[in-house]
């Protein structure tokens, strides 16, 4: 594995102030997620993965602390160059967040579109594309016409058009039954083997954790509690967190000295 940080947090912590309450969603956390890995943030219902991983990108904005990317430091720099690297940063949703009223074709496009390159280039990639994800047949269908996992693909191939170096994955595989959670999840896996991606992956699913990523970060109440290989961690988990996590999430069974079971 590759040990250059492309994105790293110092002391980030993330609040929410309204009238009747102040919510602190993020604690001070520091990490380093390697460049080529596929890293794993777990943690049950509102411990506060999702507004972690906005952080990454500055969708939200910490409250305290440095995000770095490639880096730089976003929490620095000027709109342009926040662009640019958001850019660099493909983003995947729980919910696909497809644009309706574009075929499938027209929703891979769509950041080229923004991105400004020009038509035949954009023509290439969409090809590309399509056949990495297996929907070269779904090329003019429209969102309300696919499966789930078929959403999903378009949405991996609308992550993937700007030729990101990470992609920021939240929850993509929970709207999604088992066998369409493995066959997304393997792709993410072709995508990071083949194409050198990092992969962020948030995820209160046990077994996503365990059939993709390299390490994890559990998270209990907006702190990192716990963060290592993903063997490691089921072996000889030290957090309360993770105890609970392997005892209820099933999946595999490590054995010492051995592999799997």
Known sequence: ????????????????????????????VSLEIQKGEI??????????????????????????????????????????????????????FQQFNLLEQRNVWENICYPLEIAGVEKKERKQRIEELLTLVDLTEKAKAYPSQLSGGQKQRVAIARA????????LCDEAT?????????????????INETRGVTIVIITHEMKVAEQVCDRVGVMNQGELVELGEVREIFLHPQSDTAKKMILFGGGIRYEEGGGTT
């Open 39 to 92: 890293f794993g943030i777990i943690g049950f219902s509102g411990a506060g993965k999702s507004t972690l991983i906005r952080c990454m990108n500055l969708l939200e904005r910490p409250t305290d602390g440095n995000v770095f990317f490639q880096g730089v430091n976003l929490c620095e720099v000027n709109n342009q160059k926040l662009r640019e690297a958001r850019q660099k940063m493909g983003m995947i």
């Open 160 to 167: 993937l058009a700007t030729d990101p170096e990470v992609i």
């Open 174 to 190: 929970s709207a999604l039954d088992p066998i369409t959670t493995k066959s997304i999840l393997d792709l993410l896996k072709k």
């Open 1 to 28: 594995m590759a040990q250059k940080a492309v994105i790293r947090f110092e002391h980030v912590s993330k609040s929410f102030t309204s009238k009747k309450m102040n919510v602190n969603a993020v604690r001070n």
